[in-house]
């Protein structure tokens, strides 16, 4: 990663009033927790259109639970690493801070992030597969049953959202609007492989966001936003948030009025 960038990406954070934080699996491959594409991630092992579609739930509900009550054991025993801890600390930097994640294991909230925008659901809640409209939110790990029925004697689902599925109005909402006013959006830990969540920096981008990625690989985003920095979350997102803490408090106290 060179530092010329490591410093663009420093300054642009130290003079931003609001900030977004997009985040992926990546972010949390450092608890431990497998990616989905890259090397080792779960789509070597699993077919996504038989544990991550709803085609493939009512084909085999018992076959998509095991995946999930597979990651909800390694989450539930794994930790928040330094990555989900710096943007915790994000929150008292910024005048406004929005961290949006298509993550499902719940690490921004334990490393202390509030108000996590969560696009793709989560793997701490479950919701009546019939149409009694009951959501088991928490819903603690491990299971009772596997798979786990319902009050009403149908199936529980994961509160997820699947492919070919609709992401949750009110949070594609906060989250398009949060980015797109953003100063700063910071891209870190995804393939940029998935629609329509892969849009919001591209939005936030047209809309005037300096949009930089934190990613050891190149990705689907890279060519759509304004630096990249090579490397591992958990490594850089302390180091920068330091950086841009220092240059801040060297900014005289007119501009820091902002
Ligand atoms: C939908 C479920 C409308 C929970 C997931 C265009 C517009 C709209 C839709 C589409 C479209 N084109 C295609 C579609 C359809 C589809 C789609 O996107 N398909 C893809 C595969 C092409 N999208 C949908 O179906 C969406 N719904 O469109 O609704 C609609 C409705 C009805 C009819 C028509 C339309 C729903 C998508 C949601 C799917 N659910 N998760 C779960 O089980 O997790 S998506 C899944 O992928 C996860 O949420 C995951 O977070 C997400 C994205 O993956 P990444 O997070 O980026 O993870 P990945 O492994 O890919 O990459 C990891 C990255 O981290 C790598 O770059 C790696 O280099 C990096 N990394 C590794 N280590 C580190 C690191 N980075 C930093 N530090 C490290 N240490
Ligand atoms: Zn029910």
């Given at each position: 990663m060179s530092d010329l960038g490591f410093e663009k990406a420093a300054k642009a954070l130290a003079h931003a009033r609001r900030v977004a934080v997009f985040s992926g699996a990546g972010i949390s491959a450092e608890s431990g927790i497998p990616t989905f594409?890259?090397?080792?991630?779960?789509w070597e092992n699993f077919q996504l259109e038989d544990v991550a579609t709803p085609e493939g739930f009512h084909r085999n509900p018992a076959l998509v639970w095991e995946f999930y009550e597979a990651r909800r054991k390694a989450v539930h025993h794994a930790s928040p690493n330094p990555g989900h801890f710096a943007i915790a600390r994000m929150a008292g930097l910024f005048e406004e801070m929005t961290t949006i994640t298509q993550n499902v294991d719940g690490l921004h909230q334990r490393a202390g992030s509030p108000a996590v925008l969560e696009l793709h659901g989560s793997l701490w809640s479950a919701r009546c597969?019939?149409?009694?409209?009951a959501v088991v939110?928490?819903?603690?790990?491990?299971?009772?049953?596997?798979p786990p029925r319902c009050k009403c004697g149908a199936l529980l689902r994961p509160g997820v959202v699947w492919f070919g599925e609709m992401l949750p109005e009110r949070i594609w909402h906060d989250a398009m609007n949060a980015s797109a006013q953003s100063d700063v959006v910071l891209v870190v830990?995804?393939?940029?492989?998935?629609w329509p969540a892969a849009g919001i920096p591209i939005a936030a981008r047209r809309e005037g966001a300096f949009v930089i990625e934190v990613n050891p690989e190149e990705s689907e985003l890279t060519s759509n936003l304004d630096l990249s920095l090579r490397g591992l979350s958990g490594e850089i997102l302390p180091r920068l948030l330091d950086a841009a803490t220092e240059l801040r408090a060297l900014r005289p106290a007119t501009e820091k009025r902002g």
């Open positions: 594409r890259s090397a080792g991630g779960l597969a019939q149409d009694c409209g939110d928490p819903f603690p790990f491990p299971a009772a049953s596997c830990g995804t393939s940029g492989a998935v």
